[in-house]
């Protein structure tokens, strides 16, 4: 168990096309945490259908993806997580929106909050983080673990 709340966020771009995420990262002017390329992402999950014991890795059923993400922050307020998220983000929304438009991406933010019981986290949403996620239609999802 963790002995503090902990938060991280992530912002994704997922492409279910050949876009190539080096092209995403010169467009965007950002340097991602991680991007593979939809020829390098390998399913473990992905089961043969002519062999139901075998499991296999399938190209086909992999998007491309390219995240930006912060490191765990020690806090229980979220807004100070989002806002270094925001402040990297904010100045290049007009090239995000545009390697979205032109590559045919979707947008997802993660927030990934790790809960110490006697420490519960504010997940309010402030109004930049909310413009930022309408400008780019982006999804969110909130994974809490205790």
């Known amino acids: 168990m963790a002995r503090f709340t902990k938060i991280k966020i992530e912002f994704t771009i ?10 995403v990262t010169d467009e965007t002017g950002l340097t ?6 939809k020829s390098d992402a390998k399913n473990p999950f992905y089961k043969v259908a002519d062999k ?7 190209d086909e059923h992999m998007p491309a993806s390219w995240t930006l993400e ?14 270094s998220l925001i402040t990297k983000i904010k100045p290049r929304i007009d090239n995000i929106i545009s390697v979205l438009q032109k590559y045919d991406g979707t947008a997802h933010f993660s927030i990934v909050t790790v809960i110490n019981r006697n ?21 969110v999802d909130i994974d809490i673990y205790f």
């Open 14 to 23: 997922i492409f279910d096309n050949n876009t190539d995420m080096k092209t």
């Open 32 to 37: 991602p945490n991680s991007a593979i390329n």
């Open 52 to 58: 139901p014991d075998d499991w296999a890795y399938e």
């Open 70 to 83: 912060t490191e765990y922050i020690k806090t229980v307020v979220l807004e100070e997580v989002t806002d």
């Open 119 to 139: 420490y519960k986290p504010a997940l309010c949403f402030n109004e930049e983080f909310i413009e930022i996620i309408s400008l780019l239609k982006a999804t």
